[in-house]
């Protein structure tokens, strides 16, 4: 996340409201992308005037009510519980800071009533109330459980999966995997050398994607997983082993972007590191058949990036805080980065 400043200078974080020394209204203006003090041309998100869940603002003269973020919601929950409120209000600063990396990479996003055929919505909705409902993506709806917004909840739910992380933001960038690759791919011929070349990567696509979930929630993932996924869970199918390398690109970009805005540059670091193979980082050769300068590019940006991490480790290692990035970054999963960087390159 990028850093901002209130007129008097102070530092502004993407979800404050107000700022704490000059006591000004601020919000997040999503035209701007950027930090302001709320002045005549400026209103609030009506989410934000009356149910304080939302930070980000309109142009005055607009007719919409809602903001960027708010009016991509299709389903919120029911709002006479306030520990439904606290809940919901978590969701949308979650959703808002995945929204801010998509458009960071200049992915357009649309409502449903704007482009029914690639538009974008959500439903979080409680689904201990509504068990046919499960957090996933389908046809451009992306659902998510108001419980994971429970910490205990979600910890639970961690624990029980055997998942080194689980938060609200991590939900929402793996459904947002799943958006894309229906909005993107699911639509190109199995030939098209953008699915050749994800097969190659990921792996063939075409098996069974709930026999494979079953499969997975039954014997758990092989015992080698680490030299192949970044997770776990990417080990089921290669739909979700995209969500969650997806998911971590978005990570990466938002985690780049902060470092980058605090002036952390993370090199020359006193710690021995993995060097990736070069050839980790070249594109599959149905899409280019030599290394090319942007592979190169993309190399160092992931040796930074474990650097980078290697520093965050140590620091939470020294408050017997868990590892703040419980991943490793083999050769394949760099690949498989690789070519999510790529897509994400021309999809903008
Ligand atoms: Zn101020
Ligand atoms: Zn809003
Ligand atoms: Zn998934």
């Given at each position: 996340m990028k850093s901002f400043h209130c007129t008097c200078g102070n530092i502004l974080f993407f979800e404050s409201s107000r700022c704490l020394r000059c006591g000004f209204e601020v919000g997040f203006d999503p035209i701007q992308n950027t930090m302001r003090v709320i002045d005549r041309s400026l209103k609030r998100c009506a989410n934000g005037v009356e149910h304080a869940v939302c930070n980000w603002l309109l142009p005055i003269s607009s007719t919409e009510a809602l903001c960027a973020s708010c009016c991509l919601n299709r389903t919120i929950p029911d709002l006479a519980s306030r520990r439904n409120q606290q809940h919901w209000?978590?969701?949308?600063?979650?959703?808002r800071r995945l929204l801010h990396t998509l458009n960071a990479l200049g992915i357009p996003l649309h409502t449903m009533a704007e482009d029914p055929q690639n538009g974008l919505a959500f439903d979080i909705v409680s689904t201990l109330l509504n068990p046919a409902m499960t957090t996933g993506h389908l046809n451009g709806v992306i659902t998510v459980s108001l419980e994971e917004a429970d910490d205990t909840w979600?910890?639970?739910?961690?624990?029980?999966?055997?998942?080194?992380?689980?938060?609200l933001l991590g939900h929402f960038r793996h459904e947002s995997g799943h958006y894309v690759w229906f909005r993107y791919l699911s639509r190109l011929h199995w030939e098209h050398p953008t699915r050749i070349a994800f097969r190659e990567v990921f792996g063939n696509d075409s098996y069974d994607y709930s026999s494979a979930l079953n499969r997975h929630y039954?014997?758990?993932?092989?015992?080698?997983?680490q030299e192949n996924y970044i997770s776990a869970y990417s080990a089921s199918h290669p739909w979700e082993d995209w969500a969650e390398t997806w998911a971590h690109y978005l990570q990466m970009i938002d985690g780049f972007e902060t470092c980058d805005h605090l002036g952390i540059r993370g090199g020359g670091i006193n710690l021995p590191l993995v060097i990736l193979?070069?050839?980790?980082?070249?594109?599959?050769?149905c899409l280019s058949s030599r290394m090319s300068s942007e592979d190169a590019d993309f190399h160092a940006w992931l040796q930074r990036w474990i650097c980078?991490?290697?520093?965050l480790n140590e620091i939470s290692r020294s408050f017997g805080a868990?590892?703040?990035y419980p991943y490793v970054i083999?050769?394949?999963?760099?690949?498989?980065?690789?070519?999510?960087?790529?897509?994400?390159?021309?999809?903008?």
């Open positions: 209000s978590l969701m949308e600063a979650a959703k979600r910890q639970i739910n961690r624990q029980q999966l055997g998942e080194a992380s689980r938060t039954e014997q758990g993932p092989p015992a080698n997983w193979p070069l050839e980790s980082c070249a594109l599959p050769t980078l991490a290697a520093v868990p590892f703040l083999s050769a394949a999963v760099a690949r498989k980065l690789r070519l999510v960087h790529h897509f994400a390159n021309i999809w903008r």
